[in-house]
């Protein structure tokens, strides 16, 4: 099974900064890894597909990058509404799909 | 517009059983691959179990591996999950999901607003 790991598990900025958020796989998933945004219930939103594509509806600002095993999802300048959780998922070796711990974005 | 809504969640004491329901509009139900996704209460999300469009192909996540079993009915545009033998780890929200098409297909595009399962005595 391959094991994805977020980092930082926190991150803390203020709106108009920059946000980088990181995904680590255990073993090359190629670019099949997917980004999700989750806020306070509310189920997750696809945000970013095969590593770097924007989903329907998605803003600009929001971008990813990376393959094989090293991916990074960026949001170039945060807006109040883009506070919330992330999770990267993978889906290279299947089954299972799996997903990383989250990263949670909070106002600083 | 896409709209996956859950029922059937609930309390259970151990060893109990429930059956989730998960029904769809807004798309062509019998096309698409179908999901159920859990997120115990403040971790993360967890995969649990995909079924094919036809009901081909069924896979489930081990641990929950000859315990829960997944359907569809394409007649009804619904998806269930029945689950046995209920485990207090099994406490969790249970999101329906589908998967995309092209190059979506891999992925989550669309979730249901969840249904809460709680196992407890």
């Known amino acids: 099974e391959i094991v994805l790991t977020q980092s930082p598990a926190t991150l803390s900025l203020s709106p108009g900064e920059r946000a980088t958020l990181s995904c680590r796989a255990s073993?090359?998933?190629?670019?099949?890894l997917a980004w999700y945004q989750q806020k306070p219930g509310q189920a997750p939103r696809l945000l970013i597909y095969?590593?770097?594509n924007r989903a329907t509806g998605i803003p600009a600002r929001f971008s990813g990058s990376g393959s094989g095993t090293d991916f990074t999802l960026t949001i170039s300048s945060l807006e109040p509404e883009d506070f919330a959780v992330y999770y990267c998922?993978?889906?290279?070796?299947?089954?299972?799909?799996?997903f990383g711990q989250g990263t949670k974005l909070e106002i600083k | 517009e896409v709209q996956l809504v859950e029922s059937g969640g609930g309390l259970v004491k151990p060893g109990g059983s429930l059956r989730l329901s998960c029904a769809a509009s807004?798309?062509?139900?019998?096309?698409?691959?179908m999901n159920w996704v859990r997120q115990a209460p403040g971790k993360g999300l967890e995969w649990v179990s995909s079924?094919?469009?036809?009901?081909?192909?069924?896979y489930y996540a081990d641990s929950v591996k000859g315990r829960f079993t997944i359907s569809r009915d394409n007649a009804k545009n619904s998806l269930y999950l029945q689950m046995n033998s209920l485990r207090a780890e099994d406490t969790a929200v249970y999101y329906c999901?589908?998967?995309?098409?092209?190059?979506?297909?891999?992925?989550?595009?669309?979730w249901g607003q969840g249904t809460l399962v709680t196992v407890s005595s």
């Open positions: 999901a589908s998967r995309g098409v092209g190059a979506k297909r891999y992925y989550f595009d669309y």
């Open positions: 807004g798309f062509t139900f019998s096309s698409y691959s």
């Open positions: 079924i094919s469009s036809s009901s081909s192909y069924i």
């Open positions: 073993q090359s998933v190629s670019s099949y």
């Open positions: 095969d590593a770097s």
């Open positions: 998922q993978q889906r290279s070796n299947w089954p299972p799909d799996t």
